[in-house]
């Protein structure tokens, strides 16, 4: 447990400090959808096996909530390559 906790936070670490360039935040959101994607799988994985607490079901409903508001946003750049119309 102690190990994963210092994994989130030295990515979470990095995420805050990402420059402010597409290509930096472009980075920290492939991160943290990394991140959160591997939590979720790996909480829908061990409630239902009884190897975590069910509270952990809460935890995979807020990193879903989680996952699906960085992919509504537009990735930093998105619009780089567009003509403006």
Request: with cysteine.
């Amino acid at each position: 447990m102690r190990t994963v906790a210092g994994l989130l936070v030295t990515t979470g670490w990095g995420q805050l400090r990402a420059r402010p360039t597409a290509d930096s935040l472009a980075e920290a959101r492939r991160s943290g959808l990394g991140t959160g994607a591997t939590l979720l799988v790996a909480d829908v994985i061990s409630v239902p096996a009884g190897r975590a607490r069910r509270a952990h079901g809460l935890d995979a409903v807020v990193e879903a909530g989680w996952l699906l508001a960085w992919w509504a946003c537009p990735s930093p750049g998105a619009d780089a390559g567009r003509r403006p119309a």
